[in-house]
């Protein structure tokens, strides 16, 4: 278990965290949730060792292994495979070795160790983490060095999730991912097999890939099983019990403090009252568990509706470089009252028609007809260091409201959220979040017809998040989105239009249509990967059509009825591994359990030698039973899918 022991942390003079404790589970996937500046990410830094807590500790067991993403996105000339290949510091080492061993035992034991650990499958594994992230068998080829700040982050992600830890903590990993790589993080650790602490404000995530969540509020830390969404209910149960008690105690203190201010002065009374009042004073007060408000979001609607359509496109072309367009034949058209989620990985070109719809590129080849009225509102996250870091909220709405008055002013600012404090901090002593309000602001404050949204959640915590989402559906104009965000695309957009393959096209389907999508294709290509370490063609008879397929139906359903039949014994292998595992995981919890007794190893140290030993062998059994549970798993997959192909 990761333990977090009384801790107490202060920085500036302000406290994080007093007295925190709790206890998170072998094998949990926590997510660590909070109001933004609460002490997430420090508490994070604490627990790798960044950052000493001022009392308290943190403690795990002592073969245990800590890690997360590297402060420092990688770079150089280091090709992209290479730097998420060394992250496994037991194997480069064991390379490294048997270059130069020479005496037959260490050779036999370094290649046993490499067998042990699984090394020749190395290269596969970190390729597939790499593709599921976004990068293509030739990206993975180039250096750290050409890719850009987001991109580079990606790579610590990949070496991260690569090195296998036995406590993986993640910032707010989805920031640098676009939604085809949030599905397949999502999926990624689900199947993990150690313990997961991650900070992020991504609801979704929280609710799919958890199993827990740790709250962090007040200075104190609060384990609650279930996902985001059980969080949620238990913490507003928890809430109106906790208001319900208080007002039943402020009752009876008003009723205790009337007897005594009645009657403390009747000698026949003094006694009962004096009784009431050391009773009063030691009545513990029970505080109202009641969250602080997150300033509304507004943007302003369009004050003349225009006619649809509002934009139409006839074969239309954009891009960079004349002759050279990102986007081709583009045939579409928008309406006024139209939701649009934009899909599609980064570099396709969800971006590119983001600044073509609000007059930033022009297009290069075919015709884009529209409203000659037309106001488009554009937020874009990288427009957040746009801001002029010496001007202060007020400032920039000054000059959007040249002949108003300084009330009206900050009248306006602070129906945005910006009360005194706020509208006369220089933009660069903001938050992100605090930015990303002011950038909202000024991209609606016209009133604009087209509300064009891309990544407008990052360093928005889950709760303005939400006021995002009422923000954007009280808005009377289009809206393009364009985020990983799955829960804001589900309750904000209508339609779905995939950007991909040069074009843009409507999506015929839901997200979850979407994501089956994404994570079958991650699955090919893993299964290609794996084929080609093996030297294997994946696709040797991709041409071939299975003649099953041209059988009359009830055939066909007959035969997928048995392929059904033959999924049963590989369940049943996957569950007997998962028994298998289970049963070694708790020998080895005991072991964990003696070998923290203090002073073990000074009392009896061979049974300490005894122990240790046993926890290596126990850990090797669960390594080559979880080696086979996921051989077993693929099997599984492989037949479900053939089966599927018959239904």
């Given amino acids: 278990m990761l333990h977090i022991n009384e801790m107490t942390y202060r920085i500036d003079g302000r406290l994080l965290l007093e007295g925190a404790s709790v206890a998170v589970p072998s094998r949990a996937k926590v997510g660590l949730v909070g109001r933004n500046g609460t002490g997430k990410s420090t508490l994070l830094n604490i627990i790798l060792g960044k950052l000493h807590a001022d009392e308290g500790s943190v403690s795990v067991p002592s073969t245990w292994r800590i890690g997360g993403i590297a402060q420092e996105a990688p770079g150089g000339d280091t090709p992209l495979i290479d730097h998420v290949l060394s992250a496994d510091k037991e194997r480069a080492s064991l390379l490294e070795r048997a270059e130069t061993a020479d005496d037959p035992n260490d050779i036999a034991e370094i290649h046993t160790r490499l067998a042990d650990i699984d ?65 397949w993080l999502q999926n990624f650790l689900r199947n993990y097999r150690h313990t997961v602490v991650i900070v992020s404000h991504d609801r979704d995530l929280l609710n799919t890939a958890v199993g827990a969540i740790l709250h962090l509020d007040q200075m104190k830390l609060t384990f609650y099983q279930g996902n985001y969404d059980s969080f949620e209910r238990q913490r507003r149960e928890q809430q109106a019990l906790q208001l319900k008690l208080k007002k039943k105690q402020d009752d009876q203190r008003r009723h205790m403090q009337a007897f005594v201010d009645r009657f403390k002065a009747q000698a026949s009374k003094a006694r009962q009252a004096q009784s009431r009042l050391k009773a009063l004073s030691k009545l513990e007060p029970v505080s109202a568990m009641v969250d602080s408000q997150v300033a509304p979001f507004l943007f302003r609607s369009p004050t003349k509706l225009l006619n649809p359509p509002l934009v139409r496109f006839e074969d239309a072309e954009v891009g960079y470089t004349p002759g050279q367009p990102v986007l081709r034949g583009l ?205 294997k063609r994946p696709d040797a008879d991709a041409n071939v059509a299975d003649p099953a397929l041209h059988l009359p139906k009830s055939e066909r359903r007959k035969l997928a009825a048995s392929a059904r039949a033959e999924l049963q014994p590989f369940k049943r292998v996957i569950q007997q591994f998962e028994a298998d595992i289970q049963k070694v995981q708790e020998k080895l919890a005991a072991i964990d359990a003696e070998l923290a007794k203090p002073n073990i190893f000074r009392d009896n140290p061979g049974r300490a030698h005894d122990l240790s030993r046993d926890h290596g062998q126990g850990k090797k059994e669960i390594t080559r039973l979880e080696a086979k549970w996921l051989e077993a798993t693929e099997e599984l997959e492989r037949a479900e899918n053939e089966a599927k192909k018959l239904a």
């Fill in 119 to 183: 090394a020749h499958t190395a290269p596969a594994r970190a390729a597939a983490i790499l593709s599921g992230l976004g990068f293509s068998e030739a990206g993975q080829q180039e250096a750290c060095g050409s890719l850009s700040g987001g991109w580079r982050m990606r790579v610590a992600l990949a070496a991260a999730l690569f090195d296998a830890p036995d406590v993986l903590l993640l910032d707010e990993p989805t920031n640098y991912l676009d939604l085809e790589g949030t599905i």
């Fill in 331 to 535: 045939n579409m058209r928008l309406d006024p009252d139209d939701r649009i989620g934009l899909l599609g990985a980064n570099g396709n070109g969800k971006s590119t028609f983001a600044k073509l719809l609000c007059g930033r590129l022009p297009v290069c080849g075919g015709a884009m007809y529209h409203h000659k009225r037309l106001e488009a509102g554009y937020f874009a996250q990288h427009q957040l260091d746009e801001l002029n870091p010496e001007e202060s909220a007020y400032d920039h709405i000054r000059d959007l409201m040249p002949g108003s008055t300084e009330a009206q002013r900050r009248a306006k600012l602070g129906s945005l959220g910006f009360g005194a404090h706020l509208a006369d901090t220089k933009a660069g002593k903001l938050s992100g979040g605090e930015k990303a309000r002011l950038l909202f602001a000024l991209a609606s404050f016209t009133g604009p017809h087209i509300l064009i949204l891309d990544e407008p959640t990052n360093h928005l915590d889950v709760d303005s998040r939400q006021a995002l989402i009422q923000a954007i559906n009280e808005y009377e104009g289009a809206v393009i989105l364009i985020s990983h965000d799955r829960h804001l695309i589900e309750t904000c957009a209508d339609r779905l239009w995939l950007v991909g393959d040069g074009t843009i096209s409507a999506f015929d389907g839901d997200l979850d249509d979407y994501t089956n999508h994404v994570l079958e294709a991650a699955r090919d290509q893993r299964r290609a990967m794996r084929a080609a370490a093996k030297g």
